[in-house]
């Protein structure tokens, strides 16, 4: 565990934990900060994980005993240490808390990493068996349903013209009825 303050602001700290031995995060490094308040040690500061953990969402404020999210449960003796020790203890728990991913969740998460990479697979062995001539014994390449950035902005167009034109639908027929 390490965690050094900003030098250009001393009130946040960036932080690296190791996962602990015999745990889905043993041989892992989480990189997170802490956003401590003025008024610290007298109140808690808020924590952040940064590293995608299948525990916590990035970048989001955790919801914990030891974070600004339950000042009435904070300790004014915790320090840093304390803090990050928490945090690890946390990580290991299964029950939610806000800012956390469901066990659910991050098995979906890496149910479809490893999807992704059957897909790479097959299209790299797709790839050589086309290179080679042979298309006959290539495997049925799946890959998920990917949109693009352009589709998307499309989407997004279309929801704003479909709203403005209901928006003068609806002035339309508030000044006619006054008339």
């Known amino acids: 565990v390490e965690a050094v303050p900003l030098p250009s ?13 015999n745990s889905p995060y043993e041989g892992g490094m989480y ?5 401590f308040p003025r ?12 590293t995608p953990s299948g525990r916590f969402k990035c970048n989001t404020r955790l919801c914990l005993s030891i974070s ?29 808390t806000l800012g956390s991913l469901e066990t659910s969740d991050y098995t979906n998460i890496r149910r479809e990493q490893k999807l992704q990479q059957q897909n790479a697979l097959t ?11 042979n298309t006959t014994n290539s495997p049925v390449q799946l890959r998920p349903n ?7 902005a499309v989407i997004n167009l279309l929801v704003v013209v479909v709203f403005a034109a209901f928006a003068y639908i609806v002035k339309y027929v508030l000044t006619s009825g006054l008339e």
């Open 9 to 21: 602001n001393i009130l946040e700290w960036h932080y690296t934990v190791v996962g602990p031995e």
């Open 31 to 35: 990189h997170g900060k802490l956003i």
């Open 39 to 50: 008024e610290y040690p007298f109140k808690p500061p808020s924590i952040y994980m940064l």
């Open 68 to 96: 600004d999210f339950h000042p009435d449960t904070w300790n004014p003796a915790w320090s840093v240490s304390t803090i990050l020790t928490g945090l690890l203890s946390f990580m290991l728990e299964k029950s939610p």
């Open 123 to 133: 299209a790299e062995q797709s790839d050589g068996n086309t290179a080679n001539g």
């Open 146 to 152: 990917c949109s693009s950035g352009f589709s998307n």
